[in-house]
C-alpha cells in the first residue's frame, strides 16, 4: 500500500541531545514537508523540499535541519539549538507543486516528541 | 497577507445534530485552492476535500458538504446528521503563490452520543 511512513510514534530524549525523526513515502512524490503542531495550535511549516538534494527553510526553521539525499526519505534532526522542542511532528508529500496544480498534501501519521 | 481564520475553537454538538464549520481566508492571488483536512484523535492528516478559486460549485459528499463563496472569502464545512465518529480537529487551509499551505488553527469538534 501506498503511503507515508513516520516512525516512531513516541520519542523521548534528553534535552542537549539532537534527535532524527525519519519520514519515507512510497507515492512517487516530488515534494517533501515537515510540520510542528502544539497543543491546541495549527501546522506550522519547519521545512520543505520540492526535489532531491534541495529544500528550502519554512515559518520556523532555526534549531532544525533535514536532509534529502533519496526522493523517499526527508529525515529532520531536531537539535538542541532548538528551545523548546516537545512538541507534535508532521511530515507531509505531495506532487510538485506548480503548472496549476493543486498539489493537495497526504500526512504521514506524526511523532510525538517529548524532551525530558 | 494571506491568512485563514477559523474563529470557531471548539464546537460541541449532540449526535445527529447538523453542524457547520466556519473558515474565511484572505488572498490577493486570483487563483488560489482552498483545502479542508480532518485530524482524529489518532493525529494523522485527512485529506477530504480541494477547492479552486473558479469554481464556486457547492460540493456535497456524503453527509458533508462545502459551502464556497469568494464575495465573503468564505468556504465553511457541513456535516449533516453529525456521528460520533466525526469527532475530531478540522483545518482549513489556503495554497498561496508560493504552492505552500497557509493553515488555519483549527476548530475541535465533540459530537457527545
Known amino acids: 500500500d501506498g503511503g507515508i511512513t513516520q516512525s516512531p510514534k513516541y520519542l523521548f530524549r534528553k534535552e542537549g541531545q539532537n534527535v532524527t525523526l525519519s519520514c519515507e513515502q512510497n507515492?512517487?512524490?516530488?515534494?517533501m514537508y515537515w510540520y510542528r503542531q502544539d497543543p491546541g495550535q495549527g501546522l506550522r511549516l519547519i521545512y520543505y523540499?520540492?526535489?532531491?538534494?534541495?529544500?528550502q527553510k519554512g515559518d520556523i526553521a532555526e534549531g532544525y535541519s533535514v536532509s534529502r539525499e533519496k526522493k523517499e526519505s526527508f529525515p529532520l534532526t531536531v537539535t538542541s539549538a532548538q528551545k523548546n522542542p516537545t512538541a507534535f511532528y508532521l511530515c507531509?508529500?505531495?506532487?510538485?507543486?506548480?503548472?496549476?496544480?493543486?498539489?493537495?498534501?497526504?500526512f504521514g501519521p506524526g511523532t510525538l516528541l517529548t524532551v525530558l | 497577507a494571506q491568512k485563514v481564520t477559523q474563529a470557531q475553537t471548539e464546537i460541541s454538538v449532540v449526535e445527529k445534530e447538523d453542524v457547520t464549520l466556519d473558515c474565511v481566508y484572505e488572498?490577493?492571488?486570483?487563483?488560489?485552492?482552498l483545502f479542508w483536512y480532518k485530524q482524529p484523535p489518532s493525529g494523522e492528516l485527512v485529506f477530504l476535500i480541494r477547492?479552486?478559486?473558479?469554481d464556486e460549485q457547492n460540493e456535497i459528499s456524503g453527509r458533508y458538504s462545502w459551502n464556497f463563496q469568494k464575495s465573503t472569502s468564505s468556504f465553511n464545512f457541513t456535516i449533516t446528521a453529525s456521528q460520533v465518529v466525526d469527532s475530531a480537529v478540522y483545518f482549513c487551509?489556503?495554497?498561496?503563490?508560493?504552492?505552500?499551505?497557509?493553515w488555519g488553527a483549527g476548530t475541535k469538534l465533540i459530537i457527545k452520543p
Open positions: 507531509a508529500s505531495s506532487f510538485q507543486s506548480g503548472g496549476g496544480a493543486s498539489n493537495e498534501q497526504f
Open positions: 507515492l512517487n512524490h516530488d515534494a
Open positions: 523540499s520540492q526535489i532531491v538534494n534541495d529544500f
Open positions: 488572498t490577493r492571488d486570483t487563483t488560489y485552492y
Open positions: 477547492r479552486n478559486s473558479f
Open positions: 487551509a489556503l495554497r498561496d503563490s508560493n504552492y505552500q499551505l497557509i
